[in-house]
């Protein structure tokens, strides 16, 4: 969105880390009007000297869930940790939290700490700066109604899922508070769309027909997980076709983690998922909670059920991959967009 307003740099990738923030730092260009930077962690006091180098005038923490909890006591342990980015705020800077999460007074909390100008929150709840006030959701994106500092606005988002429709109001709230066009931004919202690995959707014309494969192969936890599986459900197959989830191990979940791959079997369920395809160990404690008319295919790795799921699929299909990078699902993906050059 700031890329149509101004000169914008930003990481090129998820280079978020002790090496990709400086790097990142170090190939901006002297006349950028505008920097954006992820910063990222998977263990406590990552964020710190990262956020340290970078010094936002803005900083926003999107999201806490149960990701990384091979590293951490807790969740409040995983707020704690992204709680450190405010630390690096410039004097007068501002901080912009989801105000919809379990732990937003516990960020709140951290960014007082760097006495901000501002501390702004973004969601449903009532009490937020930035508030969710109708959300219409489709298997093409979302309309979405805020009150942005107490002014209404309606717009559309044009990446499908619940997920990108709350993030559009973190957006929203940081180019508001960088003193750029916010209304403009959210009409420039309807040219959204879904990133490679992270939802996007492409049409494949393979042996046995056209079918639609949405890319969710970078990365996956609990939460994202089950929006995914939302937004598939939300998906509408064409004649004879079958919503499908190819699935790979969340990783980095501890202890915890048989339990929580054995969790999805309810959304799996509740969204109508036709078949389900998985592979890796943790994804091995699904497959008996899962119903038996729902059960594709089962390998330990991705490059196991890759071919099997290639042979089925078939015209109308919507074929959604997700799981942890380390997982290696794009293999599937790959197999997937090769039957689009074996059908020429």
């Given at each position: 969105m700031l890329e149509l307003q101004g000169r914008t740099h930003a990481s090129?990738?998820?280079?978020?880390?002790?090496?990709?923030?400086?790097?990142?730092?170090?190939?901006?260009?002297?006349?950028?009007?505008?920097?954006?930077?992820?910063?990222?962690?998977?263990?406590?006091?990552?964020?710190?000297?990262?956020?340290?180098?970078?010094?936002?005038?803005?900083?926003?923490?999107?999201?806490?869930?149960?990701?990384?909890?091979?590293?951490?006591?807790?969740v409040a342990g995983i707020a704690d940790a992204k709680g450190e980015i405010f630390s690096g705020l410039e004097p007068g800077g501002v901080a912009v939290i989801n105000g919809d999460l379990e732990w937003t007074q516990r960020l709140k909390d951290h960014a007082a700490k760097a006495k901000p100008s501002r501390v702004i929150t973004f969601g449903r709840a009532a009490a937020c700066d930035v508030r969710l006030t109708d959300l219409k959701l489709d298997e093409e994106g979302s309309d979405v109604a805020v009150?942005?500092?107490?002014?209404?606005?309606?717009?559309?988002?044009?990446?499908?899922?619940?997920?990108?429709?709350?993030?559009?109001?973190g957006v929203l709230t940081v180019i508001a508070s960088l003193g750029a066009d916010a209304e403009r931004a959210a009409a420039d919202m309807a040219?959204?769309?879904?990133?490679?690995?992270?939802?996007?959707?492409?049409?494949?014309?393979?042996?046995?027909g056209a079918f639609d494969l949405i890319d969710e192969s970078y990365n996956a936890n609990p939460l994202s997980m089950a929006v995914s599986i939302a937004t598939l459900g939300r998906a509408k197959p064409g004649s004879g076709g079958r919503r499908i989830a190819v699935l790979g191990d969340m990783l980095e979940l501890g202890p915890t983690g048989p339990e929580l791959h054995m969790g999805l079997a309810k959304p799996l369920a509740e969204h109508g998922i036709d078949l389900v395809f998985a592979s890796g160990p943790l994804m091995n404690h699904l497959w008996p909670a899962i119903a038996e008319r729902q059960r594709g295919g089962y390998a330990s790795a991705s490059s196991g059920i890759a071919h099997a799921v290639a042979e089925m699929v078939r015209a109308g299909d919507i074929v959604m991959i997700k799981g942890s990078n380390g997982s290696k699902m794009r293999l599937v993906v790959e197999a997937l967009r090769a039957l689009a050059a074996a059908h020429q």
């Open positions: 090129a990738a998820s280079y978020n880390n002790l090496w990709g923030v400086p790097l990142s730092l170090a190939r901006m260009p002297r006349d950028t009007q505008y920097g954006i930077f992820e910063i990222g962690m998977n263990h406590s006091g990552e964020i710190t000297p990262l956020t340290a180098q970078v010094r936002p005038y803005v900083a926003i923490v999107t999201m806490v869930a149960a990701v990384h909890l091979e590293h951490f006591d807790s009150t942005l500092f107490g002014k209404a606005m309606r717009y559309r988002v044009g990446a499908p899922g619940e997920h990108w429709a709350l993030n559009s109001l040219s959204l769309s879904a990133l490679a690995g992270r939802g996007a959707r492409q049409r494949i014309t393979g042996p046995k």
